[in-house]
């Protein structure tokens, strides 16, 4: 793990989900954090995220979405509400996200594969009229996600802790959209190949905290694990912590249009 603070970008955390919050914004900026995207996944999880970077200005960045497993509870009205929160608060979001397509059988079952692409296509159509990048949940939907937002009028996009198959990377990789890496490639063989097949200039990184990582030893992450993103991909491609600090900071801020 990195000693030496670096200019980081936390892509992706749930940040209204962490336990004293306000101590995990101190640490990450202690690693060495300038910017922390939070994304929402609900109508509840969006105003919580609209709150913090409130309280939080310059260092958190909102990304206001409806995540796929939160389907399975919300009525036509209870997404056509959070469709509208996104749209009404469009102006202050750096992307729209988290969004997507998950095909885990579980999530199928409480949202048929039909049911999750009308929203994802609603949420894509808004983000490309809006010329907003989106974070995108792909979890066994690789090649339907990636089709999705190619289709859109989208032009940038991060598929985040990407796991697919490399045909689809390659065609990601190809128009110019990003992945972003996560701790799980300390151990997780399809994240690690991802992450090697990636350019640098095509990678992000990210905690996705609070998420549980590990295999022998589980623990739940916070944005200051970051820096294990950053071991991993410097390890991974063989280059110096410090260069993929100053290349995926550079995409992250180009991507969001962040100033830090």
């Known amino acids: 793990m990195s000693t030496i603070a670096h200019n980081l970008v936390d892509s992706h955390a749930h940040l209204d989900e962490i336990e004293d919050v306000e101590r995990a ?11 922390l995207i939070a994304v929402g ?26 995540h796929p497993g939160s389907l399975e509870s919300m009525s036509a009205a209870e997404i056509d509400r959070t469709m509208r929160l996104v749209e009404e608060n469009i102006e202050r979001t750096v992307a729209i996200g988290e969004i997507g397509l998950d095909y885990h059988k579980r999530v199928r079952a409480a949202a048929d594969k ?10 894509l159509e808004l983000a490309g009229r809006y010329d907003k990048p989106v974070s995108v949940h792909s979890r066994y939907s690789w090649k339907d996600c990636f089709d999705l937002v190619k289709e859109s009028a989208v032009e940038r996009a991060v598929f985040h802790w990407y796991t697919g198959f490399s045909s689809v990377l390659r ?6 959209y990003f ?12 994240h ?10 095509n990678l992000l990184l990210e905690t996705d905290s609070p998420v549980r990582y590990g295999r022998e030893t ?6 200051a694990d970051i820096v294990r993103s950053l071991g991993v991909v410097a390890q991974l491609k063989g280059l110096e912590e410090t260069v993929v600090a100053e290349q995926t900071t550079r995409n992250a801020t180009g991507l969001f249009g962040l100033t830090v």
């Not at 914004?25 to 910017?35: D, L, M, P």
């Not at 065609?171 to 110019?176: F, R, V």
């Open 25 to 35: 914004i101190q640490e990450a900026k202690e690693v060495g954090v300038v910017a």
């Open 41 to 66: 996944q609900d109508y509840e999880s969006n105003l919580r995220v609209l709150e913090l970077s409130e309280k939080h200005k310059a260092f958190v960045f909102p990304a206001l979405g409806l």
């Open 114 to 123: 039909e049911r999750q692409k009308e929203v994802f296509k609603a949420l």
């Open 171 to 176: 065609e990601i990789i190809a128009e110019g």
């Open 179 to 190: 992945i972003s890496a996560t701790p799980a490639g300390e151990y997780h063989d399809e």
């Open 192 to 201: 690690r190949r991802a992450i090697r097949e990636t350019p640098l200039e």
């Open 218 to 223: 589980r623990y739940e992450s916070r944005p």
